[in-house]
């Protein structure tokens, strides 16, 4: 019931059915045959069905390091999808901010940009992903940290490599130093340079992430968690920051702190949950590119009950998750949430 009714709501089922008001009991089969067509449409693709929406307050630029757009092309392709308010997040970076905010003045778009920041970060041994909105663009200690990341990253990527070599996957140097950026090799770019070598074609690992495989979706970002994220047979550690120092940071700047796509980190651990928000902060990312129905509204839920800012973002990155579009994710309240994020005092300045 909770189900169709967020069916119901989220893809504006009954707007479709305004033509049919003359006929309630018409009407009424209609409503049930697409909620239910919809439900299978759902169940065949995997959760794949999305919206445009008008905020995308999870967006990547080139200066993260997986990311594939600079941030004059992410101004431009915002504008032309119909986004009107913005946040790029770069991991542990604001550096795209101003060459942004410079692209919208010169480009004369009608964009809203907010700037944002998603720190790596970790609690209890979990690695997270706080975002931070409305921080000062110019804060320092961003750019000391972002250093100190990318310097650990530059040491530990041949060690990556490495790792996926001793599962008998062939990985050419020289390709590998194709892709690296600011000699850092992440897992999404191993996994492409992984799949384009010839010699790994029949290799069995490799086949989930090839045309028509289970997860041929986002093949580089997949391999990568698949293989290479915290917990699997690759994984690398580097000393990210402690959750709370990631919060108190973003307060510091004079933003704000939200906890980003919670299921993809924590899945629905309720008590790991509880443990995280009460760090301080003070939003949650509900709707996410990786959220599913059932995760959207267990984080709704949650929000909600303790309430705490509901954010929206796609995490768009460009080639590494080519599935996930920008502005392009199920939500059923965009315009309360982004009424209630437009009216926090930390974005004030911004708009
Ligand atoms: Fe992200």
């Known amino acids: 019931m909770i189900y169709s009714s967020y069916l119901n709501k989220s893809l504006n089922v009954s707007h479709h059915l305004d033509g049919f008001n003359y006929n309630p009991s018409l009407r009424k089969v209609l409503k049930c045959y697409m909620i239910k067509r919809l439900k299978t449409i759902i169940k065949n693709k995997g959760n794949t069905i999305m919206r445009l929406n008008k905020i995308d307050l999870h967006l990547h630029s080139s ?25 790029i997040a770069d991991h542990n970076s604001i550096g795209a901010f101003h060459i942004a905010q410079q692209a919208i003045s010169d480009q004369k778009l009608d964009l809203k940009l907010i700037p944002a920041i998603e720190l790596d970060c970790t609690h209890k041994g979990v690695n997270l992903h706080i975002l931070g909105y409305g921080i000062d663009p110019d804060e320092p200690w961003f750019s000391k940290y972002s250093q100190t990341i990318d310097e650990e990253d530059r040491n530990l990527s041949d060690l990556r490599a490495n790792k996926i070599r001793e599962l008998g996957i062939f990985l050419e140097d020289d390709e590998l ?4 950026i600011n000699g850092i090799l992440t897992g999404e770019m191993i ?18 992430y090839r045309s028509g495989g289970s997860r041929s979706d986002n093949p580089f970002v997949n391999f990568y968690w ?13 000393n990210f920051i402690s959750a709370e120092e990631a919060i108190q940071r973003i307060k510091a700047a004079g933003g704000f702190a939200v906890f980003a796509h919670p299921g993809n980190n924590i899945g629905m651990d309720e008590e790991l ?4 928000l009460d760090l301080g902060l003070e939003g949650i990312e509900v709707y996410s590119s990786y959220h599913d129905v059932i995760k959207t509204q267990f984080y709704r839920e949650k929000a909600l009950s303790r309430n705490l800012l509901m954010t929206l973002g796609s995490d768009f990155h460009g080639k590494s998750k080519p599935s996930i579009k920008l502005g392009n994710f199920n939500c059923v309240d965009e315009k309360e949430l ?12 911004y708009l």
């Open 63 to 87: 200066v993260s390091n997986d990311a594939q757009f600079s941030p004059n092309q992410v101004m431009k392709m915002c504008a032309e999808s119909g986004l009107e308010i913005i946040a």
């Open 177 to 180: 130093n194709k892709h690296r």
């Open 191 to 208: 996994g492409e340079v992984a799949l384009e070598d010839k010699r790994n074609d029949d290799n069995v690992f490799l086949k989930a």
């Open 226 to 238: 698949d293989f290479m994220a915290q917990g699997k047979i690759a994984y690398v550690e580097v």
């Open 273 to 276: 949950l509880k443990d995280i």
């Open 338 to 349: 982004t009424k209630a994020f437009l009216n926090r005092k930390e974005i004030q300045t």
